[in-house]
């Protein structure tokens, strides 16, 4: 007798409630509204975005012309270096060869070796019109 009895309330079926039904007209309208003003903001922030960065390359191009300058002069001025240092390596090699050292001895001083005779070359004509000049007061 304690058992649950099921609960005899009338079954009455639920009211649905009633939906206007909305134009769908207004909806595409405003679809179509919202993608435009979206599209629009999306080409507005893509132009701010292209501003700013051709503003940052017509700052950074002069800057950038200025180093390439300055990086051809400093190859100018290495391939200067680059043979007066290759000079000075052959000169510095043929001053400190041991075959070399007579001849190079000989040309910083005007010492003859003594094996070596000194030859003068006179230029006869050159002699001859100083010793008319000499001899015609």
């Known amino acids: 007798m304690n058992a649950i009895q099921p609960s ?11 939906v206007a039904p909305r134009p769908k007209r207004h909806l595409r309208q405003r ?3 919202v993608m435009a003003i979206e599209a629009t903001a999306k080409i507005a922030v893509n132009l701010a975005i ?4 051709v503003s940052a390359l017509m700052q950074l191009l002069p800057y950038h012309w200025l180093q390439q ?32 050292a007579k001849t190079i001895m ?7 070796d003594p094996s070596q005779r000194q030859i003068v070359l006179i230029n006869p004509d050159a002699t001859e019109a100083t010793t008319q000049s000499q001899s015609s007061p």
């Not at 309330?9 to 009633?18: D, G, N, S, T």
């Not at 292209?50 to 960065?53: E, P």
């Not at 990086?71 to 000079?87: D, F, H, P, S, Y």
């Open 8 to 18: 005899s309330l009338p079954v009455q079926p639920i009211q649905k409630r009633r």
């Open 31 to 33: 679809s179509h509204q």
């Open 50 to 53: 292209s501003a700013a960065a």
């Open 69 to 100: 300058d300055k990086l051809r002069e400093m190859r100018t001025e290495i391939k200067q270096m680059e043979g007066r240092v290759n000079a000075l390596q052959a000169k510095f090699s043929r001053n400190f060869d041991p075959s070399q």
């Open 106 to 112: 000989q040309q910083q001083s005007y010492r003859v």
